[in-house]
Protein backbone atom coordinates (compact mmCIF):
# COMPACT_ATOMS: atom_id res chain seq x y z
CA UNK A 1 0.00 0.00 0.00
CA UNK A 2 1.90 3.26 -1.28
CA UNK A 3 1.66 5.67 1.63
CA UNK A 4 2.69 8.43 -0.84
CA UNK A 5 1.56 8.79 -4.60
CA UNK A 6 2.78 10.51 -7.41
CA UNK A 7 -0.03 9.45 -10.30
CA UNK A 8 1.68 11.31 -13.16
CA UNK A 9 4.94 9.49 -13.94
CA UNK A 10 5.62 12.03 -16.71
CA UNK A 11 5.26 15.83 -17.54
CA UNK A 12 6.66 17.73 -20.49
CA UNK A 13 6.51 21.45 -20.53
CA UNK A 14 7.74 24.10 -22.55
CA UNK A 15 10.58 26.57 -21.36
CA UNK A 16 8.99 29.54 -19.41
CA UNK A 17 5.65 28.07 -18.23
CA UNK A 18 5.03 27.08 -15.24
CA UNK A 19 5.45 22.95 -14.37
CA UNK A 20 2.96 21.65 -11.92
CA UNK A 21 4.06 18.33 -9.91
CA UNK A 22 1.28 16.66 -7.55
CA UNK A 23 1.99 14.23 -4.71
CA UNK A 24 -1.08 12.44 -2.42
CA UNK A 25 -0.46 11.12 0.62
CA UNK A 26 -2.69 8.90 2.79
CA UNK A 27 -1.29 8.55 6.47
CA UNK A 28 -1.98 11.17 8.74
CA UNK A 29 0.61 10.84 10.87
CA UNK A 30 3.10 12.54 8.20
CA UNK A 31 3.53 15.71 9.12
CA UNK A 32 6.86 17.05 6.98
CA UNK A 33 6.93 16.86 3.04
CA UNK A 34 9.73 17.38 0.77
CA UNK A 35 11.10 17.35 -2.75
CA UNK A 36 13.91 15.71 -4.14
CA UNK A 37 15.59 16.10 -7.99
CA UNK A 38 17.27 13.47 -8.86
CA UNK A 39 19.63 13.29 -12.36
CA UNK A 40 20.70 10.01 -13.91
CA UNK A 41 23.19 8.14 -11.94
CA UNK A 42 23.23 11.07 -9.58
CA UNK A 43 21.30 10.57 -5.72
CA UNK A 44 18.18 12.58 -5.12
CA UNK A 45 18.97 16.40 -3.90
CA UNK A 46 16.90 18.16 -1.65
CA UNK A 47 14.57 21.11 -3.10
CA UNK A 48 12.66 22.46 -0.63
CA UNK A 49 9.97 21.57 1.95
CA UNK A 50 7.18 22.46 3.90
CA UNK A 51 5.99 22.06 7.61
CA UNK A 52 2.62 20.40 8.15
CA UNK A 53 1.70 23.91 10.27
CA UNK A 54 1.49 25.73 7.12
CA UNK A 55 0.29 25.93 3.76
CA UNK A 56 2.73 27.31 1.03
CA UNK A 57 6.43 27.70 1.08
CA UNK A 58 8.39 29.23 -1.58
CA UNK A 59 12.24 29.64 -2.67
CA UNK A 60 12.71 31.49 -5.43
CA UNK A 61 11.33 29.84 -8.36
CA UNK A 62 10.00 27.08 -6.46
CA UNK A 63 6.92 26.63 -4.38
CA UNK A 64 5.70 24.21 -2.60
CA UNK A 65 1.46 24.10 -1.50
CA UNK A 66 0.03 21.71 0.94
CA UNK A 67 -3.35 20.95 1.47
CA UNK A 68 -3.82 18.75 4.50
CA UNK A 69 -7.93 18.07 4.25
CA UNK A 70 -7.41 17.00 0.99
CA UNK A 71 -3.71 15.03 2.19
CA UNK A 72 -2.57 16.83 -1.20
CA UNK A 73 0.80 18.71 -2.22
CA UNK A 74 2.32 20.08 -5.14
CA UNK A 75 5.32 21.56 -6.75
CA UNK A 76 4.99 24.68 -8.79
CA UNK A 77 8.24 25.62 -10.86
CA UNK A 78 8.18 29.38 -12.49
CA UNK A 79 9.28 29.63 -15.15
CA UNK A 80 10.38 26.37 -16.03
CA UNK A 81 14.24 25.95 -17.61
CA UNK A 82 15.70 23.08 -19.75
CA UNK A 83 17.91 22.32 -16.35
CA UNK A 84 14.99 21.49 -14.51
CA UNK A 85 14.33 18.50 -16.60
CA UNK A 86 15.02 15.36 -13.94
CA UNK A 87 12.88 12.97 -11.71
CA UNK A 88 11.19 14.88 -9.10
CA UNK A 89 10.13 13.14 -5.88
CA UNK A 90 8.10 14.01 -3.11
CA UNK A 91 8.80 12.64 0.14
CA UNK A 92 7.11 12.70 3.68
CA UNK A 93 7.85 11.66 7.34
CA UNK A 94 6.49 11.30 10.58
CA UNK A 95 8.46 13.79 12.37
CA UNK A 96 6.74 14.35 15.26
CA UNK A 97 5.73 10.89 15.55
CA UNK A 98 9.78 10.23 16.35
CA UNK A 99 9.88 8.50 13.07
CA UNK A 100 12.83 10.10 10.80
CA UNK A 101 12.76 7.79 7.52
CA UNK A 102 11.29 9.66 4.51
CA UNK A 103 8.99 7.92 2.93
CA UNK A 104 8.93 8.24 -1.30
CA UNK A 105 6.75 8.36 -4.53
CA UNK A 106 7.57 6.61 -7.46
CA UNK A 107 8.45 10.33 -8.95
CA UNK A 108 7.81 12.20 -11.57
CA UNK A 109 10.17 12.81 -15.03
CA UNK A 110 9.56 16.63 -15.57
CA UNK A 111 11.05 17.41 -19.57
CA UNK A 112 11.40 21.20 -20.14
CA UNK A 113 11.23 21.47 -23.59
CA UNK A 114 13.69 24.92 -25.11
CA UNK B 1 33.57 19.94 1.39
CA UNK B 2 33.00 16.24 0.09
CA UNK B 3 29.76 15.22 -0.01
CA UNK B 4 28.19 11.32 1.05
CA UNK B 5 30.58 8.79 -0.57
CA UNK B 6 29.35 5.37 -1.61
CA UNK B 7 31.79 2.36 -2.96
CA UNK B 8 31.55 0.79 -4.78
CA UNK B 9 29.68 3.05 -7.65
CA UNK B 10 28.50 -0.68 -9.29
CA UNK B 11 28.61 -4.33 -8.14
CA UNK B 12 27.80 -7.22 -9.89
CA UNK B 13 27.46 -10.62 -8.20
CA UNK B 14 26.05 -13.84 -8.10
CA UNK B 15 23.43 -15.11 -6.89
CA UNK B 16 24.17 -16.59 -3.53
CA UNK B 17 27.28 -14.47 -2.75
CA UNK B 18 27.78 -12.25 -0.05
CA UNK B 19 28.20 -8.22 -0.33
CA UNK B 20 29.11 -5.42 1.42
CA UNK B 21 28.32 -1.83 0.76
CA UNK B 22 30.04 0.95 2.06
CA UNK B 23 29.21 4.91 2.67
CA UNK B 24 31.02 7.54 4.52
CA UNK B 25 28.90 10.17 5.12
CA UNK B 26 29.78 14.00 5.30
CA UNK B 27 32.01 14.56 8.37
CA UNK B 28 30.29 15.59 11.57
CA UNK B 29 26.68 13.89 10.51
CA UNK B 30 25.68 12.26 13.70
CA UNK B 31 22.53 10.17 11.55
CA UNK B 32 22.75 8.12 8.44
CA UNK B 33 20.05 6.50 6.36
CA UNK B 34 20.37 3.59 4.12
CA UNK B 35 17.40 3.31 1.51
CA UNK B 36 16.94 1.00 -2.06
CA UNK B 37 15.37 2.32 -5.18
CA UNK B 38 14.53 -0.08 -7.13
CA UNK B 39 13.63 0.32 -11.12
CA UNK B 40 10.72 2.42 -11.68
CA UNK B 41 10.11 3.26 -7.99
CA UNK B 42 11.07 6.00 -5.59
CA UNK B 43 14.01 5.21 -2.96
CA UNK B 44 12.68 2.89 0.27
CA UNK B 45 13.56 3.13 3.54
CA UNK B 46 15.72 0.23 4.85
CA UNK B 47 17.39 1.70 8.26
CA UNK B 48 18.51 4.38 10.34
CA UNK B 49 21.56 5.08 12.84
CA UNK B 50 22.12 7.82 15.49
CA UNK B 51 25.63 7.83 16.25
CA UNK B 52 26.94 4.29 16.34
CA UNK B 53 23.02 2.55 17.15
CA UNK B 54 20.79 1.45 14.91
CA UNK B 55 17.95 3.70 15.83
CA UNK B 56 15.47 2.51 13.02
CA UNK B 57 16.17 -0.92 11.13
CA UNK B 58 12.04 -1.77 10.31
CA UNK B 59 13.02 -1.54 6.49
CA UNK B 60 15.28 -4.25 6.42
CA UNK B 61 12.99 -6.57 4.26
CA UNK B 62 14.40 -9.95 6.18
CA UNK B 63 17.44 -10.82 8.10
CA UNK B 64 19.35 -11.66 4.88
CA UNK B 65 20.10 -7.90 5.48
CA UNK B 66 22.37 -6.15 7.78
CA UNK B 67 23.96 -2.73 9.00
CA UNK B 68 26.55 -1.52 11.03
CA UNK B 69 28.43 1.92 12.06
CA UNK B 70 30.93 0.63 14.90
CA UNK B 71 32.80 4.25 15.26
CA UNK B 72 29.91 6.47 14.36
CA UNK B 73 30.74 7.61 10.86
CA UNK B 74 31.46 4.83 7.76
CA UNK B 75 28.52 2.47 7.40
CA UNK B 76 28.38 -0.92 5.77
CA UNK B 77 25.27 -2.57 4.65
CA UNK B 78 25.80 -6.07 4.40
CA UNK B 79 23.48 -8.74 2.15
CA UNK B 80 24.13 -12.14 2.59
CA UNK B 81 22.89 -15.08 0.36
CA UNK B 82 22.12 -12.50 -2.35
CA UNK B 83 18.87 -13.19 -4.78
CA UNK B 84 17.77 -11.85 -7.60
CA UNK B 85 15.48 -9.93 -6.21
CA UNK B 86 18.01 -7.67 -4.21
CA UNK B 87 18.91 -5.80 -7.29
CA UNK B 88 18.95 -1.94 -7.12
CA UNK B 89 20.58 0.80 -6.26
CA UNK B 90 21.17 1.36 -2.46
CA UNK B 91 21.86 4.99 -1.46
CA UNK B 92 23.04 6.74 1.68
CA UNK B 93 22.03 9.51 2.98
CA UNK B 94 23.55 11.28 6.10
CA UNK B 95 21.91 14.56 7.80
CA UNK B 96 23.30 16.85 10.84
CA UNK B 97 21.12 15.35 12.83
CA UNK B 98 18.44 12.85 13.61
CA UNK B 99 15.40 15.45 13.80
CA UNK B 100 16.53 17.46 10.50
CA UNK B 101 14.97 14.97 8.15
CA UNK B 102 15.30 18.22 5.19
CA UNK B 103 18.89 17.95 5.52
CA UNK B 104 19.12 14.29 4.20
CA UNK B 105 22.04 14.92 1.93
CA UNK B 106 21.90 11.28 -0.19
CA UNK B 107 24.98 10.08 -2.21
CA UNK B 108 25.37 8.61 -5.85
CA UNK B 109 24.41 5.36 -4.78
CA UNK B 110 25.96 1.86 -5.40
CA UNK B 111 24.20 -0.27 -8.29
CA UNK B 112 23.61 -3.97 -6.93
CA UNK B 113 23.18 -6.68 -9.72
CA UNK B 114 22.58 -9.43 -8.73
CA UNK B 115 22.63 -12.59 -11.78
Known amino acids: DQQVKQNSPSLSVQEGRISILNCDYTNSMFDYFLWYKKYPAEGPTFLIS?????DKNEDGRFTVFLNKSAKHLSLHIVPSQPGDSAVYFCAASASGAGSYQLTFGKGTKLSVIP | GAGVSQTPSNKVTEKGKYVELRCDPI?????LYWYRQSLGQGPEFLIY????????DSGLPNDRFFAVRPEGSVSTLKIQRTERGDSAVYLC?????????????FGPGTRLTVL
Open chain 2, 93 to 105: ASSLTLDRVDTQY
Open chain 2, 49 to 56: FQGTGAAD
Open chain 2, 27 to 31: SGHTA
Open chain 1, 50 to 54: ISSIK
